[in-house]
């Protein structure tokens, strides 16, 4: 593992909070990374701590949440030494940018898509001349692959489609030369065919430009068509990370598998679809062993009593499950 | 378990006929309609006894009006609904206690489908109240056998929606529907706000309610996996019109209309075997429902499009047995 | 019939749990925890106040002429006024007043306004159209001066006082309501009442009208402090309450003469009303936070 070619890297990362009813223990994350140039997808349910994962990269806990302990690397440097000023002056927005589900919310209803990619533009190349301004802009909107930048650009936000808007909001995440974008679930309210679109861009992005994109969804199949890897986030932990391919064809974990396998796919048509029992840890109280223990079909008592380690099982693929031995490679076909 | 073969009777439920709901855009001082947001446009569907129709399509493709103007929410502007062969469309057919009972529908929203101020027992109550199902006596043993119907504890019929999570509460929303012990559901989005192990759940509950009553079911989802697990037949639809409608398999499997293509070609699919399809998308955006594009609809964004398409608009045409589609080069490559 | 009130019981205890519940919520919020004493305590000095006043006769207006224009001293901790009357008593009386005064007043505007604001949100079209160009006509002057313009035209008196600030607070009320009637009238929860075939009446009883309440009480509570200052003011400018009704507005019209000289005179029902208005902001303020369903924990 070189960490030179990771442009974040999470090593330890705890984040507890404080309620009414005691300290809830939010993400216990042991090690992640994200490559350059990569797309990496955190899958969870609700209540998974992907959305708090993304706040925590950028600093905006809220008031009673707080990083207990552990080390954001962005590019080398820890984010969680840096003071706000620090990270709102040179990381927010610029080195890492955000795109969440509601694209409105992060654009100003006031100024024109010109005005908005221009600010990013000017700010972070002062000195360029009216003319030249302008055809970057053009440039950055081609970049994205927004049609007709000409008359686009003249538009107020409210003026343009749920996809155009995300894609205005990448293009000023490319003005700002960030190198890591965080998508917060950001094409679940657009239409399927649009969605496609936006994910086709990420992968040009990623591909020609380098860019890193945290791809946060709750959509297993959607994630796996856009990333390179995944990683599994269950009641803030982090049960395995692999490529796509050897997650969804050989889940090695029991909560992989079982998402995998409630999935409707087209084969599984007609027959009940396995389900798992039980509920959702409380953060307020979690299990000391494995967090998925109380809902595993393949309890055996040692799984409550230690946390499982971490470990890599194959090149680049880790788990946190004590019985992983026990499931050879190949039991991926008791789903059908 | 498998539920193998549905067996399909082809007892018509219920049947639409020219289908139309414009909603008026009302402007200026007098409030004058001068256009209209054209939200289904000339819709015909017919629903088979104990049969789940599944409608897909993006949104603002008017398959939530399709099936609010169905259960009675909104009046159509022209058309006709028959109910087992019988004509509902006058409006005080429509309103009758007698018509309302047997079509009942699940929404989307988990939040807001159920009053916040409510307990679960007075929510799943409201329907054996109107309809009188059952004595008064025997409410509270009712209740509870729906409650554990939908697999929610009948202890908990003293709390409150908040209390539940998102998958529950839409357990306790398909009770109510049941609770009227309806003859057709419609279901709209309703798993598409859960998690997917709640989901799971949902469907599972939703086919061994349909077998247990014999129900026929309207679902109404953008997720094709979701439409294609639960539904028997399958209508695609564009800017308010049916474009292709046939035997879910058929329709997955030949996709007559290039926009059913261009819908499936963009969805993220994982196969059982773990692969994963590769997404396309389509170019250019929904046109506006208040002047759609004459001829086909769909012919701003199709790559099959033609001088005919932009004049002619085109039939629903039947290729296979019972599969429809209206695109004039439907079976040309 | 054991049966029925067995389930009357425990929606009722499932209810105080609630309440419980939403009273916890509240007071975890310091300055609403300080805010929600204070007005307790504003309640129960009003009930008691013939027994918690020093000299409640004063309070009531009885004249004690050689005590009079005392400074704050341990016999009168806010002093006297110009007939020797202990302020303190006076200020206490006035508190009955004001909360009897404004609580009223509320509840008449909400009189009018609930019953129009259901009627415009739900049935909408023409009925909506001639409510709302009735409120636009209240809602084109200030309040203020409506209330002087009504209690000019019944007469001076605290009855009037009501009536008048009522008339001009009632509009309000009614948007609020109608706005949210028109909310809750397109969630799934209604549409779903009405496939069941719910009667209309039913439904917008006992499926909206529940669910307008808490923005009508968050509106209730910070109006609260509005009507009491226009109270005080009708009653400064003469058109309200007429001595020697202890009217905390009334006092600083009498003590504004003798500012100068005594200053406590004006000074501690300034603070009152000052005290009483600021309390019951921040209670809507609490409200407003505890009410937003997404805050709540489950």
């Given at each position: 593992?070189?960490?030179?070619?990771?442009?974040?890297?999470?090593?330890?990362?705890?984040?507890?909070?404080?309620?009414?009813?005691?300290?809830?223990?939010?993400?216990?994350?042991?090690?992640?990374?994200?490559?350059?140039?990569?797309?990496?997808?955190?899958?969870?349910?609700?209540?998974?701590?992907?959305?708090?994962?993304?706040?925590?990269?950028?600093?905006?806990?809220?008031?009673?949440?707080?990083?207990?302990?552990?080390?954001?690397?962005?590019?080398?440097?820890?984010?969680?030494?840096?003071?706000?000023?620090?990270?709102?002056?040179?990381?927010?927005?610029?080195?890492?940018?955000?795109?969440?589900?509601?694209?409105?919310?992060?654009?100003?209803?006031?100024?024109?898509?010109?005005?908005?990619?221009?600010?990013?533009?000017?700010?972070?190349?002062?000195?360029?001349?009216?003319?030249?301004?302008?055809?970057?802009?053009?440039?950055?909107?081609?970049?994205?692959?927004?049609?007709?930048?000409?008359?686009?650009?003249?538009?107020?936000?409210?003026?343009?489609?749920?996809?155009?808007?995300?894609?205005?909001?990448?293009?000023?995440?490319?003005?700002?030369?960030?190198?890591?974008?965080?998508?917060?679930?950001?094409?679940?309210?657009?239409?399927?065919?649009?969605?496609?679109?936006?994910?086709?861009?990420?992968?040009?992005?990623?591909?020609?430009?380098?860019?890193?994109?945290?791809?946060?969804?709750?959509?297993?199949?959607?994630?796996?068509?856009?990333?390179?890897?995944?990683?599994?986030?269950?009641?803030?932990?982090?049960?395995?990370?692999?490529?796509?391919?050897?997650?969804?064809?050989?889940?090695?974990?029991?909560?992989?598998?079982?998402?995998?396998?409630?999935?409707?796919t087209v084969e599984k048509k007609g027959k009940p679809l396995p389900i798992i029992k039980g509920i959702y840890p409380d953060p307020l109280n979690k299990a000391k062993g494995c967090i998925f223990a109380d809902r595993c079909p393949d309890y055996s008592a040692e799984c409550s009593q230690n946390k499982p380690t971490y470990h890599e099982v194959i090149p680049?693929?880790?788990?946190?499950?004590?019985?992983?031995?026990?499931?050879?490679?190949?039991?991926?076909?008791?789903?059908? | 378990?498998?539920?193998?073969?549905?067996?399909?009777?082809?007892?018509?439920?219920?049947?639409?006929?020219?289908?139309?709901?414009?909603?008026?855009?009302?402007?200026?001082?007098?409030?004058?309609?001068?256009?209209y947001v054209h939200a289904i446009d000339t819709v015909n569907i017919k629903v088979n006894k104990g049969e789940a129709l599944g409608i897909v399509g993006e949104s603002g493709c008017g398959k939530s009006t399709l099936a609010q103007v169905l259960v009675n929410i909104y009046s159509p502007t022209e058309g006709k609904i028959f109910f087992e062969g019988v004509?509902?469309?006058?409006?005080?057919?429509?309103?009758?206690?007698?018509?309302?009972?047997?079509?009942?529908?699940?929404?989307?929203?988990?939040?807001?489908?159920?009053?916040?101020?409510?307990?679960?027992?007075?929510?799943?109550?409201?329907?054996?109240?109107?309809?009188?199902?059952?004595?008064?006596?025997?409410?509270?043993?009712?209740?509870?056998?729906?409650?554990?119907?939908?697999?929610?504890?009948?202890?908990?019929?003293?709390?409150?929606?908040?209390?539940?999570?998102?998958?529950?509460?839409?357990?306790?929303?398909?009770?109510?529907?049941?609770?009227?012990?309806?003859?057709?559901?419609?279901?709209?989005?309703?798993?598409?706000?859960?998690?997917?192990?709640?989901?799971?759940?949902?469907?599972?509950?939703?086919?061994?309610?349909?077998?247990?009553?014999?129900?026929?079911?309207?679902?109404?989802?953008?997720?094709?996996?979701?439409?294609?697990?639960?539904?028997?037949?399958?209508?695609?639809?564009?800017?308010?019109?049916?474009?292709?409608?046939?035997?879910?398999?058929?329709?997955?499997?030949?996709?007559?209309?290039?926009?059913?293509?261009?819908?499936?070609?963009?969805?993220?699919?994982?196969?059982?075997?773990?692969?994963?399809?590769?997404?396309?998308?389509?170019?250019?955006?929904?046109?506006?429902?208040?002047?759609?594009?004459?001829?086909?609809?769909?012919?701003?964004?199709?790559?099959?499009?033609?001088?005919?398409?932009?004049?002619?608009?085109?039939?629903?045409?039947?290729?296979?047995?019972?599969?429809?589609?209206?695109?004039?080069?439907?079976?040309?490559? | 019939?054991?049966?029925?009130?067995?389930?009357?019981?425990?929606?009722?205890?499932?209810?105080?749990?609630?309440?419980?519940?939403?009273?916890?919520?509240?007071?975890?919020?310091?300055?609403?925890?300080?805010?929600?004493?204070?007005?307790?305590?504003?309640?129960?000095?009003?009930?008691?106040?013939?027994?918690?006043?020093?000299?409640?006769?004063?309070?009531?207006?009885?004249?004690?002429?050689?005590?009079?224009?005392?400074?704050?001293?341990?016999?009168?901790?806010?002093?006297?006024?110009?007939?020797?009357?202990?302020?303190?008593?006076?200020?206490?009386?006035?508190?009955?007043?004001?909360?009897?005064?404004?609580?009223?007043?509320?509840?008449?505007?909400?009189?009018?306004?609930?019953?129009?604001?259901?009627?415009?949100?739900?049935?909408?079209?023409?009925?909506?159209?001639?409510?709302?160009?009735?409120?636009?006509?209240?809602?084109?002057?200030?309040?203020?001066?409506?209330?002087?313009?009504?209690?000019?035209?019944?007469?001076?008196?605290?009855?009037?006082?009501?009536?008048?600030?009522?008339?001009?607070?009632?509009?309000?009320?009614?948007?609020?309501?109608?706005?949210?009637?028109?909310?809750?009238?397109?969630?799934?929860?209604?549409?779903?009442?009405?496939?069941?075939?719910?009667?209309?009446?039913?439904?917008?009883?006992?499926?909206?009208?529940?669910?307008?309440?808490?923005?009508?009480?968050?509106?209730?509570?910070?109006?609260?402090?509005?009507?009491?200052?226009?109270?005080?003011?009708?009653?400064?400018?003469?058109?309200?309450?007429?001595?020697?009704?202890?009217?905390?507005?009334?006092?600083?019209?009498?003590?504004?003469?003798?500012?100068?000289?005594?200053?406590?005179?004006?000074?501690?029902?300034?603070?009152?009303?000052?005290?009483?208005?600021?309390?019951?902001?921040?209670?809507?303020?609490?409200?407003?936070?505890?009410?937003?369903?997404?805050?709540?924990?489950?």
């Open positions: 593992m070189n960490s030179k070619d990771n442009v974040l890297e999470i090593k330890d990362l705890k984040v507890d909070a404080h309620t009414v009813m005691g300290t809830a223990e939010l993400l216990n994350i042991k090690h992640l990374e994200i490559k350059t140039g990569e797309i990496f997808g955190i899958i969870g349910e609700s209540g998974a701590g992907k959305s708090l994962l993304a706040l925590t990269i950028l600093g905006l806990l809220p008031k009673n949440v707080y990083v207990k302990n552990g080390q954001i690397l962005y590019k080398g440097e820890d984010l969680l030494k840096k003071s706000q000023e620090e990270l709102s002056q040179r990381i927010r927005g610029k080195g890492i940018t955000m795109i969440f589900q509601d694209p409105m919310a992060s654009l100003n209803p006031v100024f024109t898509v010109y005005d908005q990619v221009s600010q990013v533009i000017s700010r972070h190349n002062p000195g360029l001349s009216k003319k030249q301004l302008y055809d970057r802009v053009i440039e950055m909107l081609e970049l994205v692959k927004l049609s007709d930048p000409e008359n686009t650009m003249k538009k107020y936000p409210h003026e343009l489609s749920g996809g155009m808007r995300q894609r205005v909001l990448i293009s000023m995440a490319l003005s700002a030369k960030a190198d890591l974008l965080i998508s917060d679930e950001a094409t679940r309210a657009l239409d399927v065919t649009i969605q496609a679109g936006i994910l086709k861009l990420l992968e040009e992005l990623a591909e020609k430009l380098g860019l890193s994109t945290l791809f946060i969804s709750s959509n297993m199949a959607l994630a796996s068509t856009v990333c390179q890897r995944l990683g599994i986030l269950y009641a803030g932990e982090v049960l395995e990370i692999g490529r796509v391919e050897e997650i969804i064809r050989n889940p090695r974990h029991v909560y992989t598998r079982s998402f995998l396998s409630s999935l409707p680049g693929h880790f788990l946190a499950c004590i019985k992983e031995e026990k499931h050879k490679p190949s039991s991926d076909n008791d789903m059908d | 378990m498998d539920w193998g073969e549905i067996n399909l009777k082809n007892e018509v439920i219920l049947e639409a006929v020219g289908l139309k709901k414009y909603f008026p855009i009302e402007t200026g001082f007098l409030k004058k309609s001068i256009e004509d509902v469309s006058p409006k005080a057919a429509r309103n009758s206690l007698g018509f309302k009972k047997n079509i009942q529908m699940v929404f989307q929203d988990p939040f807001w489908s159920l009053n916040p101020r409510k307990m679960v027992r007075d929510i799943i109550m409201e329907p054996l109240k109107v309809h009188r199902i059952v004595e008064y006596e025997c409410f509270d043993t009712e209740i509870e056998r729906l409650m554990d119907m939908v697999g929610i504890g009948k202890k908990r019929m003293f709390s409150y929606p908040h209390e539940f999570s998102g998958g529950e509460r839409q357990r306790i929303a398909i009770a109510r529907a049941l609770a009227a012990r309806p003859k057709l559901v419609i279901l709209d989005e309703p798993t598409s706000s859960i998690d997917t192990l709640s989901q799971a759940e949902i469907l599972n509950l939703l086919i061994e309610l349909r077998d247990e009553f014999n129900l026929s079911y309207i679902l109404i989802s953008h997720d094709l996996s979701v439409v294609h697990f639960l539904s028997d037949r399958l209508a695609v639809m564009y800017l308010g019109k049916i474009v292709e409608i046939g035997k879910t398999e058929t329709v997955f499997n030949l996709m007559y209309h290039p926009y059913t293509q261009a819908l499936m070609k963009a969805i993220p699919l994982i196969s059982s075997n773990g692969t994963v399809q590769n997404i396309e998308a389509l170019e250019g955006n929904v046109p506006s429902a208040i002047n759609p594009p004459k001829g086909c609809r769909f012919h701003t964004r199709c790559y099959k499009c033609q001088e005919i398409c932009r004049n002619k608009e085109p039939e629903l045409r039947e290729f296979e047995d019972g599969h429809f589609a209206a695109c004039h080069f439907a079976n040309q490559s | 019939m054991s049966k029925n009130k067995n389930i009357f019981l425990i929606k009722l205890k499932r209810r105080l749990e609630a309440l419980w519940v939403f009273i916890k919520l509240l007071l975890k919020n310091k300055l609403t925890g300080i805010a929600f004493i204070t007005i307790v305590l504003l309640t129960v000095t009003a009930i008691f106040a013939p027994w918690i006043s020093p000299y409640p006769d004063q309070g009531q207006g009885q004249v004690n002429l050689e005590e009079k224009f005392q400074p704050p001293s341990t016999k009168h901790i806010f002093g006297t006024d110009e007939l020797g009357r202990d302020i303190l008593s006076r200020v206490i009386f006035g508190t009955r007043i004001s909360l009897v005064i404004s609580t009223i007043t509320i509840v008449l505007a909400l009189v009018i306004a609930l019953p129009l604001g259901l009627l415009a949100g739900y049935h909408g079209g023409m009925v909506d159209e001639i409510i709302m160009r009735i409120t636009d006509v209240f809602l084109s002057f200030p309040p203020l001066m409506i209330a002087i313009v009504i209690a000019s035209f019944l007469g001076p008196s605290l009855t009037n006082a009501v009536i008048a600030i009522a008339v001009a607070w009632w509009p309000w009320y009614t948007r609020i309501i109608r706005a949210q009637v028109m909310s809750i009238r397109e969630k799934p929860f209604v549409k779903a009442s009405n496939c069941i075939g719910t009667n209309k009446w039913v439904i917008l009883l006992s499926h909206i009208l529940p669910n307008t309440i808490s923005p009508v009480i968050i509106q209730a509570s910070m109006d609260m402090g509005g009507v009491i200052l226009t109270a005080a003011s009708l009653s400064f400018i003469g058109l309200g309450a007429q001595a020697p009704t202890p009217e905390w507005g009334l006092i600083i019209s009498t003590a504004r003469t003798y500012i100068i000289d005594a200053w406590w005179y004006s000074a501690f029902p300034g603070l009152m009303i000052f005290i009483t208005v600021l309390s019951f902001n921040l209670l809507g303020d609490g409200f407003r936070e505890v009410f937003d369903p997404r805050t709540r924990v489950r």
